[in-house]
């Protein structure tokens, strides 16, 4: 599965900011923390605050907080603001046979690969992948420090 940029960019603000709740973080800091275009990633956090999962804050030190439900909110429900999700096959548009049955279950195929990867990203909420994160993180650490 390839995720297009809106989806991609918007994960990685998501996460971030639901890391930690309390704290705000501009555009910016965001796009420079993940190598990313700072203008594609404010069109991104409008849609975010749009969709209620972050809150943008005014004023000095203004930026973006999370603002939805850590164990509740999917990577579905990230994703499906950006992306459909479904599939389809490429049959050159000069093809007369689209009701051939070759055709007709390869589309029943790939509808059932779309919705186990709809039902897959429907089971992974933010905090199951944070903690993902976090053990990846102190795994990582800990044998940098067994190293002499």
């Not at 594609?40 to 605050?49: D, Q, S, W």
């Not at 850590?70 to 479904?86: G, M, P």
């Not at 279950?105 to 897959?120: G, P």
Request: charged share 20%; no cysteine; proline share 2%.
């Amino acid at each position: 599965m390839k995720l297009n940029k809106g989806s991609l960019f918007a994960l990685f603000a998501v996460l971030e900011l639901a890391s930690d709740s309390a704290r705000q973080l501009s555009t910016t800091d965001i796009a420079e923390k993940y190598g990313i275009s700072t203008h594609h990633l404010a069109k991104v956090m409008r849609n975010l605050v749009h969709a209620g999962l972050v809150q943008a804050v005014r004023g000095v030190g203004g930026g973006y907080r999370f603002a939805g439900n850590v164990s509740r909110t999917t990577l579905l429900d990230v994703i499906a603001l950006f992306e459909t999700l479904e599939s389809e096959l490429d049959v050159p548009n000069h093809w007369s046979h689209a009701g051939d049955p070759i055709v007709a279950e390869l589309r029943s195929i790939t509808k059932e690969i779309d919705n186990l990867t709809k039902a897959v990203l429907d089971t992974i909420t933010l905090e199951t992948a944070l903690k993902s994160t976090r053990r990846s993180t102190e795994a990582a650490a800990g044998a940098a420090g067994d190293k002499p």
